[in-house]
């Protein structure tokens, strides 16, 4: 038996994606974690106690697999072409906990069981040789999560829910005709107007239902005919673009601030803004003898000259932090005291983090002072992550629920007073 697990939004980049659910509902999707298997990146938004709603997208950080991508996100050309044309919501996983039969009787058109895994859940899933959709996401692909079941229930709940999942037609497929279709080994006829629609919706909300087609009209263009196109492109006004780069605090070769970098990282691109990487250990700052300032126009560091020119143009600065020996790790305060006058006017934030269950809290109360006496005053609250290795896999996912509800409130309040004072900036300053 096949029960709906989740609907699929493909997407040329995660950000775009990201930011076509935010127009949509008003919120901003979680970040999954990416699919080593697969060399592709999620996003996840909770409808309901075991049904979801995905964002996914080729991962640029992942090295290309050794097979075709699932979901078709080989043909970048075509994703493009879709989501340009207003077919965002691709298709349709359906759950079963016998995958393995079910695919043997339908492997044309439905692939074989493949191993996929994200952080440390593992999974069976139906990829075609091709990677193709099957018939082009109007049959659904199959999941089987396996003991652990369907990992809805685990995601944080924003309120958003499925509404209703109409087809278009008798003969457009469900998950009751798709069990018949399988039980008989007969493909699922595509309907003339070959559409599957869904209607997500978030509670006491004036924002727009999510509708997405899974199929093409009649004419084959791609959009639903007359009123049934009710998800339109997202809105041509943007929110303010901002860029934050992400300070890295540490520099030992088993430091674990590396996973909060990435996870912040990601949280601020999915909002569509600019968060490079500023790593001590990458970059090798020397240790300070001079400050950027210091230096004759054209004499300092190439590295220098590099960083200068990125806090210039930057919005704010959010600090990831250790804590040594109840203080600030000392290459953290070499990064920062390079340089002053580029961090004017500027508000900074700080995520501090331990192996233990104070979360690097005591550092973090002595970097507010060092903070505001560079002139980048951070905002009121902190970001603690304690046990950081529980709390986040190797690449920035996150394995506990609460971490990104916090993370959302705390990027709230950062990016408040980044837009804030970019306007201000922008009127001038006092001195």
């Not at 692909?141 to 079941?149: K, M, N, S, V």
């Not at 709390?391 to 804030?420: M, P, T």
Request: proline content about 9%; some cysteine.
């Amino acid at each position: 038996m096949l029960h709906l697990d989740h609907l699929t939004i493909i997407a040329p980049t995660l950000r775009e994606g990201v930011a076509h659910v935010r127009d949509a509902l008003g919120l901003d999707m979680p970040f999954g974690g990416r699919h080593p298997e697969m060399g592709t990146v999620n996003h996840l938004l909770r409808l309901g106690d075991d049904v979801f709603l995905e964002i996914i997208a080729v991962d640029p950080q992942a090295a290309r697999p050794d097979r075709p991508r699932w979901f078709g996100l080989d043909d970048a050309d075509r994703v493009r072409r879709d989501w340009d044309a207003g077919r965002r919501l691709r298709t349709w996983v359906a759950r079963t906990s016998d995958l393995g039969p079910a695919l043997d009787r339908m492997a044309p058109l439905l692939g074989r069981p493949r191993r996929v895994s994200r952080g440390d859940r593992v999974w069976s899933f139906g990829v075609r040789d091709d990677g193709a959709l099957p018939l082009d996401g109007l049959a659904p692909c199959l999941i089987d999560w396996g003991a652990r079941g369907s990992p809805a229930a685990a995601m944080p709940d924003a309120g958003a829910r499925l509404s209703a999942c109409p087809p278009s037609s008798s003969n457009t497929p469900t998950p009751r005709r798709s069990n018949a279709c399988i039980a008989s080994s007969a493909s699922p006829r595509r309907s003339r107007s070959g559409r599957v629609r869904s209607c997500a919706t978030r509670p006491s909300s004036r924002r727009r239902p999510v509708f997405g087609p899974c199929g093409k009209d009649a004419g084959g263009n791609g959009r639903w005919p007359g009123k049934s196109a009710r998800l339109a492109a997202p809105s041509r006004e943007t929110p303010m673009t901002l860029t934050i780069p992400v300070i890295l605090g540490s520099v030992r070769s088993d430091r674990q601030g590396l996973r909060a970098a990435r996870f912040l990282i990601a949280q601020l691109e999915a909002r569509g803004y600019e968060a490079p990487l500023v790593d001590p250990a990458v970059l090798q700052l020397p240790l300070l003898d001079r400050m950027y300032k210091e230096y004759l126009k054209g004499e300092a560091p190439g590295v220098l000259e590099d960083l200068a020119v990125l806090y210039r143009r930057s919005d704010a600065f959010l600090v990831v932090s250790a804590e040594y020996n109840h203080s600030i790790p000392p290459a953290l305060s070499n990064t920062l005291d390079h340089f002053l006058e580029e961090y004017a006017w500027r508000p900074s934030a700080i995520c501090c983090y331990s192996a233990g269950q104070y979360g690097g809290v005591r550092a973090a109360m002595q970097l507010r002072a060092m903070l505001c006496e560079l002139g980048t005053p951070s905002i009121p609250s902190l970001l603690p992550i304690p046990r950081i290795g529980k709390a986040l896999d190797a690449d920035g996912a996150a394995k506990e629920e609460w971490l990104g509800r916090a993370a959302a409130r705390f990027l709230d309040e950062l990016v408040w007073y980044a837009e804030a004072l970019k306007q201000k900036r922008a009127g001038g300053t006092p001195y």
